[in-house]
């Protein structure tokens, strides 16, 4: 389905840059996009060729090869590559996160190893935060960074990390090693996939995507000085400064998916005849589907209230509105990928029309980065101001 929306939402250059990411993304869709899942390969073609026109990059400055805009441009790119049936997960992990953070908090020589090649392709991060203890709850992460003379050694496990093999570094969060009195210190570390002591082993999954999810060990992990990204004591502000845009290509990533299953649900209902019309101009159908568009523009709407929040520098009216949309994404996702399959019956379940494999797809977005449940809570203490239970 196409984006919908009014010229008072987006600029002539957002829909500029929404129309051209639509039509590199077509001409790949997703017959290459699963093709290149269930190899077990990655889309390297399609992220070379993103990387090339200027679409990886467009949140990072222009100094350092990227062009220029924000979180809300890099939304609009993975939204749109979604909806043809393409979502980079990568994209989340790599430009969102780790090219935010690098931008804003690294050093002049941070910023002009990585950033260029991230906003061009030709580089790409993974992001380390979830541990297996931990969970939701990020104030029990158990990596330690501990100084050694003027280098750092790292020590920990992380689960759940997306697409470490098809990457260069992976930005780590870990706590400095005073802060095990109990306050929150993470620090941000840039730790290269060939570093010794770093070990990654895959984690088998249902999901068919290009990007496989890892757990790591890390133990004693030898690092220069200049692998902590910002300030030591600083991290809470750093972080956050990741995780907001996490949350908003989060909600482009489900939106994407979901505009993807309810147009091929669409396509299909209007053509596909059982009696005398064609299925689609039964209510029964009809209507669910109408629901899923309706709730598809809700929390597209959400997500670019988000978007703009954060790219104004709102730090906390964008945290509010990132969980929201992440949340609304995340649930209208799920109920349009459910009910493209019940429009199809069978046939959505088969290879041929692709809807099965994004049943497993769309509940990425209601259990990572953060479950729903844990936005509902934030929402409950910060929105309303409720007293928390834990």
């Not at 093709?35 to 990387?51: F, N, T, Y």
């Not at 249902?206 to 902590?228: G, M, T």
Request: with cysteine; charged share 20%.
């Amino acid at each position: 389905m196409p984006a919908t929306g009014s010229q008072l939402l987006e600029t002539p250059e957002r829909r500029a840059l929404r129309q051209a990411v639509a039509d590199l993304a077509r001409r790949y869709g997703s017959d290459y996009f699963l093709a290149k899942s269930r190899a077990g390969e990655p889309v390297d073609e399609l992220w070379a060729e993103a990387g090339k026109a200027g679409y990886l990059g467009v949140n990072l400055p222009v100094e350092y090869g990227g062009g220029g805009g924000g979180i809300t441009d890099l939304a609009i790119v993975l939204e749109e590559l979604g909806a043809a049936g393409c979502p980079l997960l990568l994209m989340v992990v790599s430009p969102a996160i780790s090219g935010t953070v690098i931008a804003r908090f690294g050093t002049e020589e941070q910023k002009r190893r990585w950033l260029p090649g991230l906003a061009d392709g030709s580089r790409r991060f993974a992001f380390g935060i979830t541990e297996p203890d931990a969970g939701s709850n990020s104030h029990r992460i158990t990596t330690v960074a501990r100084r050694d003379g003027e280098d750092w050694l790292l020590t920990g496990r992380k689960v759940f990390i997306s697409g470490i093999d098809q990457c260069d570094a992976v930005l780590f969060v870990a706590r400095t090693e005073d802060s095990r009195t109990g306050k929150l210190k993470p620090c941000l570390f840039v730790v290269p996939r060939d570093t010794p002591g770093f070990e990654y082993r895959p984690i088998p999954m249902e999901i068919v995507a290009p990007e496989r999810q890892f757990q790591v060990f890390l133990d004693d992990v030898r690092l220069p000085a200049d692998a902590l990204v910002g300030d030591e004591n600083a991290g809470l502000l750093q972080l956050f400064a990741g995780l907001n845009p996490e949350r908003i290509l989060t909600a482009a990533f489900a939106l994407g998916l979901a505009r993807h299953a309810l147009g091929r649900a669409v396509d299909y209902a209007k053509e596909r005849t059982v009696w005398s019309t064609p299925i689609g101009a039964h209510q029964g159908l009809a209507h669910p589907l109408a629901q899923c568009a309706v709730e598809i523009e809700l929390a597209r709407l959400m997500a670019q209230k988000a978007g703009l929040l954060y790219d104004a520098g709102e730090d906390v009216a964008a945290g509010e509105a990132a969980n929201m949309a992440k949340y609304a994404a995340g649930e209208a996702a799920a109920h349009a990928v459910d009910q493209a399959v019940q429009t199809l019956g069978g046939n959505g379940l088969t290879q041929e029309y692709g809807l099965g494999a994004l049943l497993v797809a769309s509940r990425v977005a209601r259990v990572a980065p953060v479950s729903r449940e844990m936005v509902l809570n934030y929402v409950a203490q910060h929105t309303l101001g409720l007293p928390k239970s834990y």
